[in-house]
């Protein structure tokens, strides 16, 4: 069972749908530990649970998942929690596989984010996102966009082999229409680069940076969106400091982004 998902009752009905099937056993697989893929784990009980070794941790302990994901260890469900904090008990290091599933590093939404693929199906998780979703969040999640990015350029090179491609939040895509969904993420992540570049006037803290680049995507905000969109950015301005194109200083009582001078 690949990502069980949410909520957390539907580990119930996947269990009763596995039994009329005559299957005893389970073996979960996650692609990554955020609460959309995992919150039915508890209520499905499988026998074993697989997951990249980076994201263990996040599975088995919700405030870590929490905290790599929005920046706060909240110990109880808030409103800025997407879903309910749910344990991955027993979560163990997925290495190239498991069974007739294997194993394909797409890092980028999250530092541990594997790709599964059986035959020519390769379900991507939240390496790419559908064109409803992107629309919607404006800001797609990438907690390390550079990576996202190299995860997406591997995709088309598979897309390009014949494989297709099934992602969480989009369709079951191949030939053409997987290369442009792929295409589209990367397209985005490239239009939020050059935002927060020709958005960025004086000094601004990365949430107003977020808020700006959302506003001008037509991306919903509030609170939890905003969160999440600034994991985004700030991926974006570490690698504009890296390149000499912004420079961080103080402004106030706060960490603020400006534009370099040599730049």
Not at 154 to 179: D, F, Q, T, W, Y
Request: aromatic share 6%; glycine share 10%; proline share 6%.
């Amino acid at each position: 069972m690949v990502d069980p998902g949410y909520p957390p009752k539907r580990g119930k009905l996947l269990r009763k749908a596995l039994k009329k099937l005559g299957v005893g056993e389970v073996v979960a697989i996650l692609t990554h530990a955020h609460g959309d893929h995992v919150a039915a784990l508890e209520t499905l009980e499988p026998d074993e649970v697989y997951v990249h070794p980076a994201e263990i941790g996040s599975a088995l302990i919700p405030e870590c998942r929490e905290a790599l994901a929005l920046g706060y260890p909240f110990h109880a469900k808030t409103d800025l929690m997407l879903f309910e904090p749910v344990s991955a008990r027993r979560a163990k290091p997925l290495g190239s596989g498991v069974g007739p599933i294997e194993a394909i590093p797409l890092p980028g939404h999250t530092f541990g984010h594997t790709g599964l693929l059986f035959g020519k199906l390769l379900y991507v998780g939240d390496a790419v996102f559908g064109e409803k979703l992107l629309s919607k969040v404006g800001v797609p999640y990438f907690a390390d966009h550079r990576a996202a990015l190299a995860s997406m350029e591997l995709l088309l090179e598979r897309v390009k082999g014949g494989e297709a491609l099934l992602l969480s939040h989009g369709p079951l895509a191949s030939g053409h229409e997987a290369a442009r969904l792929v295409e589209l993420n990367i397209e985005r992540l490239a239009e939020v680069r050059r935002l927060v570049l020709s958005l960025l006037r004086g000094a601004m803290s990365d949430y107003e940076v977020a808020y700006a680049v959302l506003q001008h995507l037509g991306g919903e905000v509030n609170p939890t969106a905003l969160l999440l969109a600034t994991v985004t950015v700030r991926s974006v301005l570490a690698e504009l400091y890296e390149e000499g194109l912004i420079e961080p200083c103080i402004d106030g009582k706060r960490l603020a982004w400006r534009l370099a001078r040599q730049a």
